[in-house]
Protein backbone atom coordinates (compact mmCIF):
# COMPACT_ATOMS: atom_id res chain seq x y z
CA UNK A 1 0.00 0.00 0.00
CA UNK A 2 0.85 3.38 -0.70
CA UNK A 3 -0.03 6.82 1.60
CA UNK A 4 -1.03 9.37 0.07
CA UNK A 5 -1.17 12.91 1.99
CA UNK A 6 -2.45 16.11 0.97
CA UNK A 7 -2.53 19.29 3.01
CA UNK A 8 -4.77 22.10 2.72
CA UNK A 9 -4.88 25.39 4.72
CA UNK A 10 -6.51 28.32 4.98
CA UNK A 11 -6.11 31.70 7.31
CA UNK A 12 -9.08 32.80 9.27
CA UNK A 13 -9.43 36.30 11.25
CA UNK A 14 -11.53 34.18 14.03
CA UNK A 15 -9.22 33.32 17.19
CA UNK A 16 -7.46 29.33 17.71
CA UNK A 17 -9.92 28.74 20.46
CA UNK A 18 -13.53 29.51 18.44
CA UNK A 19 -11.90 27.36 15.14
CA UNK A 20 -10.99 24.77 17.24
CA UNK A 21 -14.42 24.37 19.13
CA UNK A 22 -16.11 24.20 15.75
CA UNK A 23 -14.11 21.96 13.68
CA UNK A 24 -13.74 20.09 16.54
CA UNK A 25 -17.87 19.16 16.74
CA UNK A 26 -17.72 17.11 13.68
CA UNK A 27 -21.75 17.66 13.66
CA UNK A 28 -20.95 20.93 12.17
CA UNK A 29 -19.01 19.75 9.33
CA UNK A 30 -21.88 20.14 7.06
CA UNK A 31 -22.19 23.58 7.25
CA UNK A 32 -19.30 24.00 5.16
CA UNK A 33 -19.45 20.28 3.57
CA UNK A 34 -23.14 20.73 1.62
CA UNK A 35 -22.65 17.19 0.65
CA UNK A 36 -22.10 15.57 4.09
CA UNK A 37 -24.13 14.42 7.35
CA UNK A 38 -22.70 13.49 10.39
CA UNK A 39 -24.18 12.20 13.66
CA UNK A 40 -22.72 11.77 16.87
CA UNK A 41 -22.94 8.16 17.98
CA UNK A 42 -21.36 8.33 21.35
CA UNK A 43 -23.23 10.93 23.67
CA UNK A 44 -21.37 13.92 25.84
CA UNK A 45 -18.82 16.32 25.03
CA UNK A 46 -16.02 15.25 22.07
CA UNK A 47 -12.87 13.38 23.32
CA UNK A 48 -10.52 10.94 22.11
CA UNK A 49 -12.30 7.78 21.55
CA UNK A 50 -15.75 9.47 20.28
CA UNK A 51 -17.74 7.85 17.41
CA UNK A 52 -19.80 9.23 14.73
CA UNK A 53 -21.53 8.14 11.44
CA UNK A 54 -21.08 10.44 8.41
CA UNK A 55 -23.25 10.04 5.17
CA UNK A 56 -21.31 11.73 2.21
CA UNK A 57 -22.03 11.91 -1.18
CA UNK A 58 -18.49 11.12 -4.26
CA UNK A 59 -19.31 11.37 -7.76
CA UNK A 60 -23.08 11.15 -7.30
CA UNK A 61 -23.02 7.88 -4.72
CA UNK A 62 -23.69 8.32 -1.36
CA UNK A 63 -20.92 6.65 1.46
CA UNK A 64 -21.62 5.96 4.83
CA UNK A 65 -18.45 6.23 6.48
CA UNK A 66 -18.06 5.59 10.81
CA UNK A 67 -15.58 8.28 12.51
CA UNK A 68 -13.99 7.56 15.53
CA UNK A 69 -11.99 10.91 17.28
CA UNK A 70 -8.14 10.15 17.18
CA UNK A 71 -6.72 13.44 18.82
CA UNK A 72 -8.11 16.10 20.75
CA UNK A 73 -5.50 18.51 22.27
CA UNK A 74 -7.40 22.02 22.22
CA UNK A 75 -6.47 24.31 20.87
CA UNK A 76 -4.26 22.85 18.15
CA UNK A 77 -4.70 19.62 16.94
CA UNK A 78 -8.05 17.77 16.38
CA UNK A 79 -8.11 14.96 14.51
CA UNK A 80 -10.51 11.95 13.61
CA UNK A 81 -10.37 8.38 11.04
CA UNK A 82 -12.88 7.72 8.54
CA UNK A 83 -13.54 4.25 8.05
CA UNK A 84 -14.67 3.58 4.20
CA UNK A 85 -16.15 0.91 2.78
CA UNK A 86 -12.87 1.08 0.01
CA UNK A 87 -10.35 3.31 1.34
CA UNK A 88 -10.44 1.82 4.36
CA UNK A 89 -8.95 4.43 7.10
CA UNK A 90 -8.63 7.70 6.30
CA UNK A 91 -7.13 10.13 8.69
CA UNK A 92 -8.16 14.00 8.79
CA UNK A 93 -6.22 16.04 10.94
CA UNK A 94 -6.70 19.86 11.75
CA UNK A 95 -3.93 22.08 13.55
CA UNK A 96 -4.72 25.49 14.16
CA UNK A 97 -1.97 28.33 14.62
CA UNK A 98 -2.27 31.53 16.25
CA UNK A 99 -1.76 34.37 13.37
CA UNK A 100 -1.64 38.02 13.88
CA UNK A 101 -5.28 38.76 12.19
CA UNK A 102 -6.51 34.91 13.42
CA UNK A 103 -5.38 31.59 12.85
CA UNK A 104 -4.30 29.55 10.33
CA UNK A 105 -6.07 26.24 9.66
CA UNK A 106 -4.17 23.40 7.94
CA UNK A 107 -5.99 19.91 7.50
CA UNK A 108 -4.01 16.71 6.12
CA UNK A 109 -5.80 13.72 4.55
CA UNK A 110 -3.93 10.88 4.41
CA UNK A 111 -5.09 7.90 2.67
CA UNK A 112 -3.54 4.42 1.46
CA UNK A 113 -4.23 2.72 -1.12
CA UNK A 114 -2.80 0.37 -3.78
CA UNK A 115 0.24 1.68 -6.02
CA UNK A 116 -2.06 1.47 -8.92
CA UNK A 117 -4.83 3.44 -7.66
CA UNK A 118 -2.64 5.96 -6.14
CA UNK A 119 -1.36 6.32 -9.97
CA UNK A 120 -5.00 6.90 -11.45
CA UNK A 121 -6.00 9.20 -7.84
CA UNK A 122 -2.61 11.14 -8.63
CA UNK A 123 -2.96 12.03 -12.59
CA UNK A 124 -7.06 12.12 -12.84
CA UNK A 125 -9.46 11.72 -9.23
CA UNK A 126 -7.16 14.00 -7.33
CA UNK A 127 -6.43 17.35 -9.74
CA UNK A 128 -10.03 17.25 -11.52
CA UNK A 129 -11.93 16.31 -8.38
CA UNK A 130 -10.76 15.81 -4.82
CA UNK A 131 -7.95 19.18 -4.82
CA UNK A 132 -10.98 21.63 -6.06
CA UNK A 133 -13.56 19.44 -3.49
CA UNK A 134 -10.86 20.17 -0.89
CA UNK A 135 -10.09 23.63 -1.79
CA UNK A 136 -13.91 25.00 -1.96
CA UNK A 137 -14.53 22.88 0.93
CA UNK A 138 -11.80 24.91 3.29
CA UNK A 139 -12.81 27.96 1.65
CA UNK A 140 -16.65 27.26 2.97
CA UNK A 141 -15.03 26.45 6.44
CA UNK A 142 -13.31 30.31 6.48
CA UNK A 143 -16.53 31.66 5.52
CA UNK A 144 -19.06 30.09 7.75
CA UNK A 145 -16.51 30.83 10.54
CA UNK A 146 -15.97 34.10 9.75
CA UNK A 147 -19.69 34.95 9.59
CA UNK A 148 -20.66 33.39 13.05
CA UNK A 149 -17.60 35.13 14.98
CA UNK A 150 -18.52 38.61 13.68
Do not use: C
Not at 89 to 100: C, L, N, R
Not at 114 to 122: A, I, K, L
Request: net charge neutral.
Amino acid sequence: MKTVTYTYSVSVNVKPEVVFAYISDLTLHSEWNDHLSVEAVTPGPVKVGHQYISIGRTLYEKRRNELQVTSYQPPVTFAFVAQDPDFKDITHEFKVSPQAAGSLIERTVTVYMTPFFEFVWRWLIWPLINRPENIRSMGALKAQLERINK
